[in-house]
């Protein structure tokens, strides 16, 4: 703001989680949540699976005691919370994906009831007015969708989109990158391909490959200095990833 002045007001800083909250709440008349989202956390949506584990099909009441679905099944609950979050983030149809899953005959009894389980899940969040962090997005992305004038305002407001750590955002965030950015087509990713780490939290590599395709107009800067470590760690790196690595890094 000492730099360029008010026009530094306008900039907007934020993770895609806050950034979906933000748009949620300042467009709360075309939606059902009211003007202040209550979100859930880690520990909060843990316990919602804990303590609802047996209504939502995924434990039992055994000898006294809850105990998961499957025996060999421990440590259910961050097992369920990862599925559960993995499904909202990449958008996943439950219905489908059993009936695909029978097709195959991949899917046994205890499987279904945990992906049965989801839908319980999203319609007790629902009925209690609760969202979890996968769900914000979920739910902005539903907004602009089928509300095209807040997808217009919000196309608007954004004229300049820059988006960090590309390589580590998933299907869900990348739609709703390409359609807040239709308008003035004004976007700038950054990020390193060879450093995605968060495929468990639904991330695909996908949307950083695919980028110069969906936008056939961009630019690709190749920054090959490493200014980090020094020339005997960098060659080291280039000798062990060859052939698996494209890149050389100086």
Not at 58 to 77: A, H, L, Q, T
Not at 78 to 83: A, C
Not at 180 to 196: L, P, R
């Amino acid at each position: 703001e000492k730099t360029i002045g008010d026009e530094a007001k306008k900039i907007h800083i934020s993770t895609i989680h806050s950034f979906c909250k933000e748009m949620l709440e300042k467009y709360f008349s075309y939606h059902n949540y009211g003007s202040s989202l209550n979100i859930l956390d880690d520990d909060d949506q843990n316990l919602v699976l804990d303590l609802k584990g047996e209504e939502f099909g995924y434990m039992i009441w055994e000898g006294g005691r809850k105990k998961p679905i499957k025996s060999f099944w421990n440590g259910i609950v961050p097992q369920v919370k990862q599925l559960y979050n993995n499904l909202t983030q990449n958008n996943i149809n439950v219905n489908e994906l059993i009936i695909e899953m029978k097709k195959n005959h991949s899917l046994e009894e205890w499987q279904e009831k945990v992906l049965l389980g989801y839908k319980k899940y999203r319609d007790y969040l629902e009925g209690e007015r609760l969202f979890d962090f996968s769900l914000l997005q979920t739910n902005f992305y539903k907004l602009i969708t089928e509300k095209e004038e807040v997808l217009n305002r919000v196309k608007d407001d954004f004229e300049f989109i820059l988006i960090d750590e590309y390589q580590d955002t998933s299907p869900i965030q990348d739609d709703i990158f390409k359609l807040i950015s239709q308008k003035h087509k004004n976007i700038f990713v950054v990020g390193d391909e060879n450093q995605s780490i968060y495929g468990f939290r639904g991330a695909s590599i996908k949307n950083f490959k695919s980028f110069l395709t969906v936008f056939p107009k961009a630019n690709s800067y190749f920054l090959d200095v490493n200014f980090r470590s020094t020339e005997t760690i960098v060659n080291f790196s280039n000798q062990i990833f060859e052939g698996e690595v494209k890149k050389v890094l100086k």
